[in-house]
Structure formats: C-alpha cells, structure tokens
C-alpha cells in the first residue's frame, strides 16, 4: 500500500503543443485524402455493430474518472468489450474505477520523442491485432489523437468535429462527428460521444438528445477492509502524542499538474486555512497528499505551519490505494485537479478550488462543493486555446479567500454533506 511513487521523465508540454499544431495539421490532411480507403478496409475487416469500443483519453488522469459514465452506456448498450489508450504516466488512474482490466489498455510512452514515435507505431499494429472495430476520441481538439483514430483500422470512428468553427482543423475522418458544447460537463460531452453511435446515420450535428444528470454517476468502488485497517494502523503511527488513535482526517491537495500551474492555490493560503482548522478541531489530524514529485511542496507547507497535527503523505500512498485513503477521511480540500476526481470514486466530500478552469465543464461527479472568484478573465483556458493560457499571475485563484474556503469546510467535517442541486449532481458550485 504504501511506498514512493514513480518519477517519470516526458516530453515538455510546449513540444507536445507544436509538434501537435505544425506537424499535426498537415498530417491531419493527408489522412483525410485517404479516407475512401480507410473506409473500404475498415468495412472489410469489422462488422456493422460495435463489439470492440476503444477510448482514447491520453494527458488528463481525472478526465479518466470522468469518462466512466460513458464507458459503461458504451458496454451495456452495445453488448461490447471496452478498450483504453492512455499516456504511461497516466495509465494508473484507470485502476480506480476499475471498469476496464489491464489487459486491454494500451499505454504510450512520452519520455521522449523516440518512445512517442515507436510507441505510437505499436498501437497501429495492436489495435489490429485486436480487432479494434471504433473508436471514441474523448480528446477535444487533439490532431494527435485524431490521427490514432483515423489509422486505427476501426470503422466507426466517434470524437468530436469543428464544422463550422474556425481553427483546431483536425482532418476529416470521423464516421461520427459530435459537436463540441463548451457549455456542458464534460462527463456529459462523453456520453454525447458514445451516444452518437446509436443516433441517425444523417443526423448533424451529433447528438440531439438531452443527457440527464442521472446518465453521469459513478459507480463506487466496493470497500477492502483490510486495506483500510493496514492503512489506518500506518497512519495512526505517525499521530503525535496530542492525538488519539483513529484520529478524524482532513486532507490537503495543495498540488497541481505541470500541465497548468495556474490552477494551485497559494501555499500562504493553505497555511491559513490549516491553522484555522486546527484552532477550530483540535482533534483532527491534517494530511497533506500528493505524488512524490510534490514532495518540496508538501515539504515546504509542513514547515511554514510546524504542527505535528500536519504530516506529509505526498509520495507515499499508490495511486490505486487513494480510495482507501480518501474512504478514512473525513473531508478534503484540493485544487482543480485528479484528486478531485478520484475522490469522488470513493464518495469523499471535496471542496474543490477552480481558477483557469470552470466547474461548469470540471467538477467532480462526488459530492463536493467548487469555489470559483468569478474573475472576468475566468476561466482562461478551454478547448479553443489548447489549455494554453498567457496569464502569469494567476489572481482568480488568490481572490479565494482562506476564510471562504473554512465556511465551506466546517460542515463537511460536521458530516454534512454538500447540498444537492439538479445542475450539477451532487455538486454545489459557488462564484
């Protein structure tokens, strides 16, 4: 259960992006002159129902959590075996809803560009190996996504197409072209995807149908009690003397990936949210997580409050053991990023700190409560821009005031829960 997490080499982001934009556009176009005879093999080779779905979700681990909903409809409605494409890195978040078995997911390597391109090759032989008949592109606007469903061999291909919108060209090869709504939760975006496969051959735009908010719930993970109480011994020899033993747990996320540094909430911030908390529950342990990669943050914050109320996970807990973990606390508190979402899978009530992006689109499917300064500028980043965003000075995350955050936490350790709301299931979204 417990022991340091990998560190992982990959390609920079920025590369990633232009290698995406130049290189992938003109491939983009290339494919799409082929499509007469991708069709004509793709119908040779497969039958008319889908039997094989694969989804292709490759650099973001809570969209993994996100996409579950889908992934089942896919599974029930069409009687069919679902398949994964994902980045190495990211591989494990698939392992905390466990709807897919290792077996049938594929991961490409991006520790440089020799792995990407060799890894990238691989597919194209495994997805014919194992008869891959479609394939759902849960990406946005990625050209290199498009271009593994395109030169899958699969005949129905499914993602989501930009008809008449300007820019984000990424060939046309789609079998079933969904518009992109920037207005609906992403959960929600998924489903339209696997929807489209049952929708009229001539509709378009995909798809006309409402996606109610019952569609996009998770199934929870059954609890090991065995794992809880090893876990549970583990962290209750690390209490301080002041606490008892089974001690209530509040977690802290103050982590962020790479990929959008903006979205972290100041360290001073957490350190002032923590020190209420603890003046206000003196008996509660604070657990600062996180991958061992975050290990100077978490570092640095344990300093700044010196309590041996506040110990430092980060590094220490497998990614497939943060259900366990999430199942002994009591609450968390997190930026917008995968915790968030692997909380919900074991049904952890989450306050959750969104800048850069939107809880409209991102907030978790558990029950948890999303925190918004409601900047005019925000949110900054969406599928037309890449998630690229100019803004060096992240102010929409600083406006979160520690003291509204506390307001939202104090219940949550009381034991109840986030109010419910039929916008957003299980979410109470605050600007």
Avoid at 79 to 92: H, K, T
Avoid at 105 to 122: K, Q, S, W, Y
Avoid at 206 to 219: C, F, H, N, S, Y
Avoid at 317 to 344: K, Q, W
Wanted: glycine residues 6%.
């Amino acid at each position: 259960m417990l022991r340091p997490t990998d560190i992982r080499r990959t390609i920079p982001l920025t590369t990633m992006r232009r290698l995406d934009r130049h290189l992938g556009a003109p491939l983009c176009a290339i494919v799409s002159l082929l499509r007469p005879l991708l069709d004509l093999a793709a119908r040779g080779r497969h039958g008319a129902q889908p039997r094989r779905i694969l989804f292709i979700e490759l650099s973001e681990m809570g969209s993994t959590v996100l996409a579950d909903p889908a992934i089942r409809l896919a599974q029930a409605r069409h009687d069919a075996e679902a398949w994964f494409v994902i980045f190495a890195g990211n591989a494990a978040s698939l392992d905390l809803t466990g709807t897919i078995p290792p077996e049938r997911v594929f991961a490409i390597r991006t520790g440089n560009l020799v792995e990407l391109a060799h890894d990238t090759l691989r597919f194209l032989v495994w997805a014919r190996r194992n008869s891959i008949d479609t394939v759902i592109d849960l990406e946005f606007f990625s050209r290199f996504t498009a271009l593994l469903t395109g030169l899958s061999g699969a005949r129905h291909r499914v993602g989501f197409h930009r008809f008449t919108g300007e820019g984000l060209y990424r060939g046309n090869f789609l079998t079933h072209r969904v518009a992109y709504n920037p207005h609906l939760h992403v959960a929600k975006s998924f489903v339209a995807l696997v929807d489209a496969l049952s929708r009229p051959a001539g509709e378009q735009p995909m798809t006309k149908r409402m996606i109610a908010d019952g569609e996009v719930r998770l199934v929870p993970r059954a609890e090991d009690p065995a794992a809880m109480a090893t876990l549970r011994t583990h962290i209750d020899g690390l209490l301080p003397a002041s606490l008892s033993a089974g001690a209530p747990l509040l977690l802290i996320n103050p982590h962020a990936s790479d990929l959008l540094p903006q979205r972290r909430w100041p360290l001073d911030h957490f350190d002032r949210l923590i020190r209420q908390v603890l003046e206000l529950r003196p008996e509660l342990a604070v657990l600062i997580t996180g991958a061992a990669t975050d290990a100077a943050i978490a570092g640095r914050l344990c300093r700044m409050i010196e309590d041996p109320r506040v110990i430092d996970l980060s590094g220490r807990v497998e990614i497939t053991g943060l259900p366990t973990l999430y199942r002994l606390a009591c609450a968390m508190v997190t930026n917008d990023s995968g915790p968030a979402h692997f909380a919900a899978v074991a049904g952890l009530p989450t306050v959750v700190l969104y800048g850069p992006e939107t809880p409209v689109l991102y907030a978790p499917l558990g029950p948890s409560i999303s925190l918004t300064a409601g900047l005019a500028c925000s949110p900054c980043v969406s599928a037309a821009n890449h998630r690229n965003t100019p803004c060096a000075d992240p102010v929409c995350m600083r406006e979160i005031a520690p003291a509204r955050v506390l307001k939202a936490l104090i219940p949550l350790l009381d034991g109840a829960g986030p109010r419910r709301t039929s916008h957003h299931p299980g979410r109470e979204v605050e600007a």
